[in-house]
C-alpha cells in the first residue's frame, strides 16, 4: 500500500481497511470488470440529466470530469470537460454501468460518499488503487427525499495537480438541484403512475391490474392473489420493452393470462385477463404419423418426446458406439415391428449408413414414432431425409428466447428436487438469472437450482447465493437476432480470454471502446481476469 506523508485522515483509513478486507491490494487492475445495463429513463437519470448538462456547460475546456453514479454505486453517466479524459478515465473502469464500490475500486469519492453516505473528497494519494492515485475527486451524495435513501453519488473527478477546493461547494449545490428535481418528479411521476392504475381498474374491474414503477407497487385484491414477488422479475422487464399487443404469459403458479402492458412514467401498468388453457403440446396434433422433435440440446427434447406417447421403446443415437451399429439397429427394426411407440433420441448423431436404413424402415412401421434432432435447419443430407418423414414437427425455441418462462421453470424445477416451500428465489435473483444466455437451455438452468437446493435449504435465493456466473442483472430489452449473435460473440471471446478486455477487443477485431459499450448494452456480466 502507498505511503502518505502524513496519517491518513480517518474517513481514508477506515476506507483502506475495508477494501483491504473485501480482498482488494494496491496493484490489483481496473480495467478488467462487469459491465451492467443503464436504465437512461429512471428517475435519477432524468432529474439529473438538465444538471450535469449545465454543469458540463460550466466546466467545458477544463480538466474536470462530472460522474454521476446511482443507489448501487453504479455509474449512469459522465460528462468531460475535453475529449481528453474520456480515454484516461476509462482506462481506470469510469464507464456507464461499471459499479465503483470499495469492494471492487477500493477507496474513492464515489464508492466511500456510497458508504459513508456523506461528501468525501479524495486525494491522489489517498486512493488505495494505484492506478487511481494520479486523480482527484470530490463525492457528495443525492438522497430521495421521499424515501429518504441514498439515490445516487455526484462526483468531480481531475487529474491530482488540477485539484481545487472549490469544487466541492459547485458540485453540493449540483446535488441540491438534482434532489429537488427528484423530489417534483417523484411527485409528478406517482400521480401519472395512480391515474394510469386508476383507469385500468375502472375499465373492468374484475380484472387484476399492476402497476409497478423504480419505488412504487399498486395492484388490486385480484392481481394481490394472482400474483408473487417471482411474477414481478418478468413484468418489470416487460416494462422497459413493453409488446405493441397483449401476449400470453405464463405465471409462476401455473396461470396462463393475457396481460397488456402500458408504459407510464417510469414504470408501466398491466391488466391481466385468463386465456384458454392450451391443451397437449404446442404445434402437435395427436396422430399416428411420425413426430420431429428439434432442438438445441437441453431445451426438453426428450421431456417433450415422451409426453407425445403413453409408453414406447427409447433408443439413443448416442449408444451405437457402446452396443455397436448392428445389434442398436437390429432393436430398433423389431421395435418399429413390434412396440405401440418407438422414440429415437438425438438421431443428428446416426452415421449417415444408419441414417439412411432407419430411414428405409419408417414407411412400414406399426409403432408410432418420434424422433428428436438438433434444429431441423442444421440437418442435410441422410439426416435431412430420414426427418423428412415427419410430417409433424415441434420445433423448441432455446432458453433464452423465452426468458419470461424463467420463474416458472424455476419453480417447477425446485418441486422436483423437492426443495422446502420456504426457499423462494427473489425477484432480483430471478432477474439476474435472466441476462444470462443459457447455452445449455433447460438443463443448464437445472444444474443451477440443484446447486442453489444443495446449498440453501430455507429462506430467499438472492443474487449473491447464485453461482458467480450467473450474478448478472436482466435484460431490459429482447434482443433480435442480429444483436443476439453478437452478444454472444462477445460472451464467447471473454470468456475465451478469460476476461480480458484487451485481449477480447483484439479478438474481435474491435476497439475497447466499442467492447465497454457492446458490454454496457448488452448487459453483460464478465469474469473477473486476474492477468
Not at 421521499?146 to 445516487?152: E, S, W
Not at 414407411?363 to 430420414?386: M, N
Request: aromatic residues 4%.
Amino acid at each position: 500500500m502507498g505511503k502518505l506523508e502524513m496519517p491518513p485522515r480517518p474517513v481514508i483509513a477506515l476506507s483502506w481497511k475495508r477494501a483491504t478486507l473485501s480482498g482488494l491490494e494496491p496493484g490489483s487492475p481496473v480495467d478488467n470488470f462487469s459491465v451492467e445495463e443503464v436504465d437512461r429513463r429512471s428517475r435519477l437519470a432524468v432529474a439529473a440529466g438538465p444538471v450535469l448538462d449545465e454543469m458540463a456547460r460550466q466546466l467545458e475546456g477544463t480538466g474536470f470530469s462530472v460522474v454521476l453514479a446511482d443507489r448501487c454505486a453504479r455509474i449512469v453517466d459522465l460528462r468531460f470537460g475535453t475529449p481528453a479524459l474520456r480515454p484516461r478515465m476509462e482506462k481506470v473502469g469510469a464507464v456507464a454501468g461499471r459499479v465503483f464500490s470499495e469492494s471492487t475500486t477500493g477507496t474513492n469519492s464515489i464508492a466511500t460518499t456510497h458508504e459513508v453516505r456523506a461528501g468525501v473528497a479524495v486525494h491522489g494519494e489517498e486512493h488505495f488503487i494505484e492506478s487511481l492515485k494520479k486523480f482527484s475527486c470530490y463525492g457528495h451524495p443525492i438522497i430521495d427525499s421521499v424515501t429518504r435513501r441514498l439515490a445516487g453519488v455526484l462526483d468531480i473527478t481531475c487529474l491530482a495537480e488540477h485539484e481545487n477546493p472549490l469544487l466541492a461547494p459547485f458540485l453540493v449545490r449540483a446535488a441540491k438541484d438534482i434532489e429537488q428535481r427528484l423530489l417534483a418528479g417523484a411527485r409528478e411521476a406517482e400521480q401519472r403512475m395512480l391515474a394510469g392504475y386508476q383507469a385500468a381498474v375502472l375499465r373492468d374491474r374484475s380484472r387484476p391490474v399492476v402497476a409497478l414503477s423504480e419505488d412504487l407497487v399498486l395492484a388490486n385484491a385480484a392481481a394481490t392473489e394472482l400474483l408473487d414477488a417471482a411474477d414481478h422479475a418478468v413484468l418489470r422487464g416487460l416494462a422497459v420493452d413493453p409488446p405493441a399487443h397483449a401476449r400470453r404469459l405464463q405465471l409462476s403458479g401455473g396461470a396462463e393470462m393475457l396481460v397488456s402492458v402500458e408504459r407510464v412514467a417510469d414504470g408501466a401498468v398491466f391488466t391481466f385477463q385468463p386465456v384458454e388453457p392450451r391443451v397437449g403440446v404446442p404445434g402437435c396434433r395427436r396422430t399416428n404419423a411420425p413426430v420431429l422433435v428439434h432442438g438445441e440440446p437441453g431445451s426438453g427434447l426428450t421431456r417433450t418426446a415422451l409426453s407425445l406417447v403413453d409408453e414406447a421403446s427409447v433408443f439413443d443415437a448416442s449408444e451405437v458406439s457402446g452396443v455397436g451399429a448392428e445389434a442398436w439397429l437390429g432393436s430398433v427394426s423389431r421395435a418399429l415391428a413390434s412396440a405401440r411407440a418407438v422414440v429415437i433420441e438425438a438421431v443428428h448423431l446416426l452415421p449417415a449408413a444408419m441414417a439412411r436404413r432407419v430411414a428405409l424402415a419408417i414407411p412400414s412401421a406399426r409403432a408410432r414414432i418420434v424422433l428428436t434432432s438438433a434444429p431441423a435447419s442444421d440437418l442435410h443430407a441422410e439426416h435431412a431425409s430420414l426427418v423428412a418423414h415427419c410430417s409433424e414437427r415441434i420445433a423448441l425455441a432455446p432458453l433464452r428466447q423465452r426468458r419470461d418462462d424463467i420463474p416458472m421453470l424455476v419453480r417447477s424445477m425446485m418441486t422436483e428436487l423437492g426443495a422446502a416451500r420456504e426457499l423462494r428465489f427473489t425477484p432480483a435473483a430471478l432477474e439476474a438469472l435472466a441476462t444470462h444466455s443459457w447455452p445449455g437451455n433447460l438443463r443448464e438452468l437445472n444444474a443451477v437450482v440443484r446447486q442453489v437446493v444443495q446449498v440453501r435449504e430455507v429462506g430467499d435465493v438472492s443474487v449473491h447465493d447464485l453461482p458467480q456466473a450467473y450474478r448478472g442483472r436482466a435484460r431490459t430489452r429482447v434482443l433480435t437476432p442480429i444483436e443476439q449473435a453478437e452478444r454472444e460473440a462477445i460472451v464467447e471471446a471473454l470468456r475465451v480470454t478469460g476476461g480480458n478486455k484487451k485481449d477480447a477487443a483484439q479478438r474481435l477485431g474491435i476497439s475497447r471502446t466499442t467492447l465497454y459499450n457492446s458490454i454496457r448494452v448488452f448487459g453483460i456480466v464478465t469474469p473477473v481476469s486476474r492477468t
